[in-house]
C-alpha cells in the first residue's frame, strides 16, 4: 500500500470548489510536515500549501492564498486542501507530501520523505 494516498480531485468549472484528501498509512502525519505542490503540463512543480504541525503554522502560494486552505484531522491521519473560487490556472495536477520533522519550518527546502500519486484537478468551462 502506498504510504500517500491522494483524492477528491476532478473536473469544475471556474469558480467551483473541490476538496483533496491525503491519506497516510503505516506512518502518522502529526510527525511530519505536510505540502501540497501541483504540476501543470509544461511547467515546474510548485507548492501551494504547506502544514508544519508541530510549528502550528500553515502557508499558501500568492497565487492561492485566501482561496485555498489546508487543515488536517489527527483521527483520520489524513490531510485536506480545500480549494474554492478555482480558477483554469489552477488546473494541474496535485500531489501531497510528508517531511519530517513536524517542526520543520515552512521555509525550509529539505526533500520530502514520501509521495503520493497525485490527483488531477481540471478547471474549464
Known amino acids: 500500500q502506498l504510504p500517500l494516498v491522494e483524492s477528491g480531485g476532478g473536473s469544475v468549472q471556474p469558480g467551483g470548489s473541490l476538496r483533496l484528501s491525503c491519506a497516510a498509512s503505516g506512518f502518522s502525519l502529526n510527525h511530519y510536515q505536510i505540502g501540497w505542490f501541483r504540476q501543470a503540463p509544461g511547467k515546474e512543480r510548485e507548492r501551494v500549501s504547506c502544514?508544519?504541525?508541530?510549528?502550528?503554522?500553515?502557508d499558501y502560494a500568492d497565487s492561492v492564498l485566501g482561496r485555498f486552505i489546508i487543515s488536517r484531522d489527527t483521527a483520520k491521519n489524513t490531510v485536506y486542501l480545500q480549494m474554492n473560487n478555482l480558477k483554469p490556472e489552477d488546473t494541474a495536477v496535485y500531489y501531497c507530501?510528508?517531511?519530517?520533522?513536524?517542526?520543520?519550518?515552512?521555509?525550509?527546502?529539505?526533500?520530502?520523505?514520501?509521495w503520493g500519486q497525485g490527483t488531477q484537478v481540471t478547471v474549464s468551462s
Open positions: 502544514l508544519s504541525t508541530g510549528a502550528r503554522r500553515t
Open positions: 507530501a510528508a517531511t519530517g520533522p513536524s517542526t520543520l519550518p515552512c521555509t525550509s527546502s529539505k526533500k520530502p520523505d514520501y
